[in-house]
């Protein structure tokens, strides 16, 4: 049935190896269990019911992946997306003053709008239109950028007012930040030692071999619980979670009030969501489908309608549920690291996701620097695709290169694809190279300019 469904032998993967590649994908991802509730019951945002977003968390991103398994057979997960939770909470709830039943409306008339795109050829042109050489660009950009959360989940980088950034300081912070960058580079060299022997599950292993040492150092005391600086108990909590509170948020956005919300106002919004949401997703589609060798001849992705279509319907179930834009995570790079190429791997992070409501208070305890390890590998492994960019041609190489190096920096998938789109089209139209531009590359130029100035 499985060999039917998902065509495992056709795409040289195993039921294990899947099985092993959804678990990897899920435990890179649990983090958001933990950080999507913290954000959008934040009382300075939206300040929403926790355990309500917990539950509304965990349904959409299991619909949404489960949406992608049996829609696109891709081993791609999906989650309330990072930034767009913050902004949702911050920006519309917090700075604009917008309620969150608001702010879930345009959510929701997001993934509409998405679904008659994915059913027409709209998206799908636009992933199409994206030159090759932009594509490896963003692959690599989607590598540096997880690797880049991976240090910061280490605590390995930190922020500095002078630089930006900047390594721990190890001694000054060692029961918090310090432990936790150590165990992490540990974790790191356990991950990659193990790969390189060919063990299955090595970054699966990596991850809980990790926890399992800071569990260690928590019980010997060289590890800290400071809760006011973020750090909390590695050790899990056995307990229930409060299934009524779901009813806080299902169906709430049908309750938004708009009498305070000009259209114009609702419209920016709107605007907003949909821009950055739709430029992610098709990001992390050609990052993570390009690493796992799932792009044709030309570069195109076979089943990106569906999976387009997958993305916006847990859009819309999500914001029903109560949680902001669902979208594809990145983290599913683990997951292809792994080895997953079909939709059981996905079947398989989204039952997690499912089962994480009965016991969240377990999963949500996974810390950031476990996962670190992982992220920093699975980003290592995407580098690597640009190498598959000719660097003597230096009109295609620039804007690929600005593309990779924007990510990490502006901390944002989809404004390292306008750069690389708008630096494209510019480099080749002077050089008088504007043969080698599609007619719907300027028209994203143009949509990106245009929302640099009005949005």
């Known amino acids: 049935m499985l060999e039917k469904m ?3 032998s056709e795409n040289h993967t195993t039921i294990k190896t899947e099985i092993v590649a959804g678990i990897t994908t899920f435990m890179t991802m649990a983090y958001i269990l933990a950080v999507n509730p913290n954000l959008l019951s934040n009382e300075f945002g939206s300040n929403m019911d926790a355990t309500a977003v917990l539950i509304a968390t965990c349904l959409a991103s299991f619909v949404g992946t489960l949406a992608m398994a049996l829609l696109a057979n891709y081993p791609f997960a999906l989650a309330p997306g990072m930034g767009l939770n913050a902004y949702f909470s911050f920006t519309v709830c917090g700075a604009m003053g917008y ?28 992933f199409d239109a994206i030159p090759s050489t932009l594509k490896k660009g963003v692959s690599a950009g989607i590598g540096l950028f997880i690797a880049f959360i991976g240090l910061q989940g280490a605590h390995i980088v930190v922020a500095n007012d002078s630089t ?3 390594y ?9 930040q310090g432990i936790c960058a150590v165990l992490s580079l ?16 090595s970054i699966l292993i990596g991850i809980v071999a990790t926890w399992i040492l800071g569990i260690l150092m928590e019980l010997i005391g060289v590890y800290t619980v400071d809760a006011e600086a973020g750090f909390y108990s590695l050790i899990p909590a056995f307990a229930m979670t409060d299934f009524t509170a779901i009813g806080n948020t299902f169906g709430q956005c049908f309750q938004a009030d708009f009498s305070n919300v000009g259209i114009f106002n609702f419209i920016v919004v709107l605007l907003s969501f949909l821009f950055v949401d739709m430029f992610d997703t098709i990001g992390t589609l050609i990052g993570v489908s390009s690493k796992a060798g799932m792009l044709d ?6 089943r990106i309608r569906p999976a387009l279509l997958a993305d916006a319907i847990a859009t819309s179930v999500g914001a029903v549920f109560g949680t902001s834009t669902t979208t594809t995570f990145v983290e599913s790079s683990a997951g292809v690291g792994e080895g997953a190429r079909t939709g059981l791997a996905s079947v398989v992070t989204g039952f997690l996701f499912l089962l994480a409501i009965f016991f969240a208070p377990i999963f949500t305890v996974i810390p950031g620097f476990a996962t670190a390890p992982a992220l920093i590998f699975v980003g290592f492994l995407m580098v690597s695709s640009i190498l598959q960019v000719d660097f003597d041609d230096v009109m295609e190489a620039v804007p690929a290169y600005l593309c990779m190096l924007a990510m990490p920096l502006v901390y944002s998938i989809s404004e390292g ?7 494209y089209v510019v480099i080749h139209l002077v050089c008088g190279k504007s043969k080698k531009i599609t007619p719907l590359m300027y028209v994203l130029a143009v949509l990106f300019i245009c929302k640099y100035i009005f949005l």
């Not at 008659?116 to 042109?125: F, G, I, K, P």
């Not at 694809?417 to 630096?423: D, L």
């Open 186 to 201: 540990v974790g790191l060299m356990v991950t990659v030692v193990l790969y390189i022997k060919g063990v299955k599950g």
């Open 99 to 126: 309620s969150w039943q608001v702010a879930l409306m345009a959510v929701f008339v997001e993934g509409l709008i998405f679904i008659v795109l994915s059913l027409t050829n709209v998206r799908e042109a636009i």
């Open 6 to 8: 998902f065509k495992l």
């Open 164 to 166: 930006l950034v900047s």
């Open 168 to 176: 721990v300081d190890f001694a000054g912070n060692w029961n918090t």
């Open 417 to 423: 694809i306008a750069i690389g789109v708008i630096s």
């Open 297 to 302: 001849k030309d570069e195109k992705l076979p």
